[in-house]
């Protein structure tokens, strides 16, 4: 349950830091592409009106930069797909793709003390009848 709470947690810190980059700045679900065994619908993630309420305008809160898998606090790479560096399956040296949005996601929102920290807050069932 730990695990899949961080996992969590994670994928909404992945996307936390993005301003309002033009690639992402319409984006309201993670592409599901790229999991190949899915266990919960896609994230859900208004990307402008996260940064908006969360007054984030640094891309490389969440798009970060370097080389080699070392950061640059300097370089952001907003743009260019989470993929070309986080491959989908475990390769020696690098962040799964799945981890690393989990780990970013969730990572800022327990530093922020804010944000949605369970499975289901961020993965939400569009066809669940929704609680009153």
Request: glycine share 8%.
């Amino acid at each position: 349950m730990t695990r899949y709470l961080i996992l969590a947690l994670t994928l909404t810190a992945v996307l936390c830091g993005a301003p309002l980059a033009f690639s992402q700045g319409d984006m309201l679900v993670i592409k599901p592409e790229a999991f190949t065994a899915p266990r919960r619908p896609p994230a859900v993630f208004p990307h402008d009106a996260h940064n908006e309420k969360a007054k984030i305008d640094d891309c490389a809160a969440c798009h970060h930069g370097g080389e080699n898998g070392v950061r640059d606090p300097k370089a952001t790479s907003e743009g260019v797909p989470c993929a070309d560096c986080h491959p989908v399956v475990a390769a020696p040296g690098r962040t799964p793709l799945m981890r690393a949005y989990h780990q970013q996601c969730i990572g800022c929102h327990l530093e922020k003390k804010a944000g949605p920290a369970a499975c289901g807050q961020c993965h939400v069932d569009a066809a669940a009848p929704k609680a009153k």
